[in-house]
């Protein structure tokens, strides 16, 4: 695996720890311990993931995220000490891909590194269909007729699993098997908030979906063209 | 008010009976020595008289009549009446005479009667005559006189009471307004009085219910030295001591919870570096001398254990904190039954338990919290595999009309009498003695229990020694409903 990691973290032993292990996978790790530090150290490295910690001294956690997502869609994995409803949902929708509760074990801290990172391994040519959007999978890019629009990676990762299969209807499960690598039961929020932010961004009216349909009881399929 | 309205009342009534009653018979008195002087007078005049043809005595006694007896002026004091006496067997017959307007039948037979019977005495009799077309009580007095050569004649003194009868009317009307006047004063001293007394006693009931309503800076005035002064420095001394006690409870309370949710969380950062190294150290064993190497994997293993632990610990804080929420929605039972069933089943086969699923046709669906459901079902499942010893575990699913049931039942070493109630409890262990072979932090159970009761819903057990234990689940359908029965029964032996 390659690729550059930006750990934002205020405890000096994690983030050594994070880079020990980081690094044993081959990652390039950058380290800043605090918020308002974060987004210098952001463009100045380019990172291709960000591991951010939600309680930081100076900017929180949530400030950096929403900050680093104003200007890049760079997937940004939260470290939380709470599991609790309200903190998760928020961390979620201040523009947090994913989310690691510690304590977590190392493996899966990577696995959800790697979900995030696997992404443009596979670069093959194909062209898909989904409402009135056309996706470039190889280009990353969705327009609605000439106009191009601008989803986060992972955003764009769910639109094409369920686009590549649009007579199947997804559980919340399973997306969370395919687009974020879960290899167990993982929290289904997540799936709810990102088809949430990614409804917001391609539906002409995100109030009654069109193009993502919830189908009650099971989880999500894609519109009919 | 009513009260002293009775008493002026029946005050005034006394008084006015004395009074008029006083002035009835000062009346008699008077009227009686006036008829008495007069009648002698009358007779005086009579035995110096005269005359002696029938002419001249009435004219006599019409002298007699309109000099003496007469009263002067035109509302006259008395009247006065002369009649032929009934036994005056005399030949020589006077005319009777009056003095005003009232006659003989005014003056009562009875009277007549008893002043012929006895015509020495005067006779006295209150009686009711007309004057000027007005009923007025009157005093009437008979006596007789010897007029000479005519016998004895009747004379009757009608004495109206109009002058008392005006009396006692402004007497009754000074009574009543003295009375209404008392009447209002005691009102008006009842009402000062209740303001005195009264109205701190009603502030400090109100006080009192702002002080339970949870108002708890709410005091009385406190003015003055008097016992009510007194009551309100109790009252608010109570007030203060009950508010500090409070105040304490509830700073005690936060306190011990957020040090709770503190140290779980202050501690997950350190236990998180310590969970990467370990493994980093665990990952690379093989290369290590044997006994550090163990003593690796007994330290990944432990720090497993102890992380369940914090874990179980941070969950029941929350429930301890009342910040547990529910995140409901419409769940088909099965799926999360199947997901466990799964996921235990490597342990069920290192224990060499087969877990048999006994799964309706249709969907047993719940508007339920599917992930604290889950760990519900995954908590009785393993503790089903760990506790049956090996036998089978079966679980069975109902669908009632307005609830779902899961029942696991295994049937292992069961429960001993009363321990079915024990087995919620935190950190209870069905055999102290036996080895903590079996994993979990003690807290499975009471967590599960508590994410029930957040279902509104029912976790029971029941156990046999030798037979095995079963555990219930039952969800009311509707979030947030009452359950009245369970779709499954809880004991083998029992109909649903």
Known sequence: MKGRVLVVDDDLALAEMLGIVLRNEGLEVHHVADGSSAIGAFREHRPDLVLLDVMLPGIDGLEVCRQIRAESGVPIVMLTARTDTVDVVVGLESGADDYVVKPFKPQELIARVRARLRRGDEPEPERLTIGDLAIDVAGHSVTRGDERLSLTPLEFDLLVALARKPWQVFTREVLLEQVWGYRHAGDTRLVNVHVQRLRSKIEHDPERPEIVVTVRGVGYKAGQA | ?496
């Open chain 2, 1 to 496: 008010m009513l009260l002293g309205l009775l008493v002026v009342s029946a005050l005034g009534g006394v008084l006015y009976q004395q009074i008029a009653s006083g002035l009835e018979r000062d009346k008699i008195d008077t009227a009686q020595s006036e008829a008495l002087a007069l009648t002698a007078q009358a007779q005086a005049t009579w035995d110096a008289s005269t005359a002696t043809s029938v002419d001249a005595l009435d004219l006599a006694a019409f002298d007699i009549m309109r000099r003496i007896l007469t009263a002067p002026g035109s509302n006259p004091s008395r009247y006065v009446v002369m009649s032929r006496s009934a036994g005056n067997d005399s030949d020589i017959v006077l005319a009777s005479l009056r003095s005003g307007s009232l006659d003989l039948s005014e003056v009562s037979p009875e009277l007549q009667a008893a002043v012929a019977a006895s015509p020495g005495r005067q006779q006295t009799q209150m009686s009711e005559v007309t004057v000027g077309g007005e009923n007025l009580p009157a005093v009437i007095i008979g006596s007789v006189v010897l007029v000479p050569n005519a016998g004895p004649y009747d004379l009757y003194f009608i004495y109206p009471l109009g002058q008392e009868v005006a009396t006692m009317d402004l007497i009754t009307n000074s009574f009543a307004i003295a009375g209404l006047t008392l009447t209002l004063l005691v009102g008006a001293v009842a009402w000062v009085v209740t303001r005195q007394v009264v109205a701190p006693v009603r502030r400090a009931s109100e006080v009192a219910q702002r002080l339970s309503a949870g108002k708890l800076n709410e005091r009385m005035p406190s003015r003055g030295e008097d016992d009510l002064a007194l009551l309100a420095t109790s009252f608010n001394a109570m007030a203060d001591s009950l508010q500090s006690q409070i105040r304490q409870l509830e700073g005690l309370s936060a306190v011990q919870q957020r040090f709770v949710s503190d140290v779980s969380h202050e501690l997950r950062t350190p236990l998180t570096t310590i969970r990467m190294a370990v493994d980093v150290i665990h990952d690379s064993r093989t290369g290590f001398d044997p006994s550090v190497a163990r003593s690796a994997e007994l330290l990944a293993g432990e720090l497993d254990r102890f992380e369940e632990l914090l874990a179980d610990l941070l969950e029941i804080s929350r429930f301890d904190a009342g910040a547990a929420a529910l995140d409901v929605e419409t769940v088909d039972l099965r799926s999360p039954l199947l997901r466990v069933v799964e996921a235990t089943r490597p342990l069920a086969d290192r224990r060499g338990s087969v877990v048999t699923l006994h799964l309706p046709d249709e969907p047993a669906e719940a508007e339920v919290d599917e992930r604290r459901v889950e760990r519900i079902l995954r908590n009785l499942v393993v503790n089903a595999i760990e506790h049956g010893e090996g036998r089978p575990v079966d679980i069975h699913v109902g669908i009632g009309s307005d609830a779902v049931a899961v029942v696991v039942e295994d049937h292992g070493v069961g429960l001993r009498p009363g321990e079915a109630a024990n087995v919620f409890t935190r950190f209870w262990r069905a055999d102290p003695a036996r080895a903590r072979t079996t994993g979990g932090t003690g807290l499975g159970l009471s967590i599960s229990l508590e994410d029930a009761r957040l279902h509104h819903g029912w976790l029971q057990a029941w156990g046999e020694r030798g037979v095995g234990s079963r555990f219930r689940l039952t969800l009311p359908q509707r979030a947030g409903a009452t359950l009245h029965g369970s779709p499954l029964p809880l004991s083998p032996n029992e109909e649903p």
